[in-house]
């Protein structure tokens, strides 16, 4: 057992379903996590903008150590999952992108690509090494060959 990890999982509302599949697939692999993300389950009825990013979105990354980012076709031009990834860089969270099952491939989030810790595709082991930090480094789109991530983060604010 990996034990466990508190998560926020940034992905657009549509893909709701595969988050609780994301979570069993990490406890399948040893690995308990703790989601303080928003979906439809624990939704977020406010309004205002800067009122869900300063106060109900940004204390939950804050809490979390982990932020994953659940990538699929619509996630590249989500403008709340870019706000998601820059606010945890901000706050010196790992960052780990996750290729929803079936759209290994897709095209990432353009600020995914520049902050992320590690990409990895729909295979539990390596998910949870990149939430624990045991895998730094993105994945092929196949799935094949990893290559290792830059040192990277140089976030202003």
Known sequence: MKGSKNIFISHIHEDDAGLAKLKTLTRNNGLTVRDGSINKEKPNRAKNADYILNKIIGPRIKWCSVMVV???????????????????????????????HGHAGCEPPANLEKLADAMVGWNGGRVVDALTGDFNGRETKDGGICTPIPFKRVVCQ
């Open 70 to 100: 659940y990538i699929t076709p619509g996630t590249k031009n989500s403008e709340w999952v870019d706000k998601e990834i820059m606010r945890a860089a901000r706050l010196g969270k790992r960052i780990v992108g996750v290729w929803a």
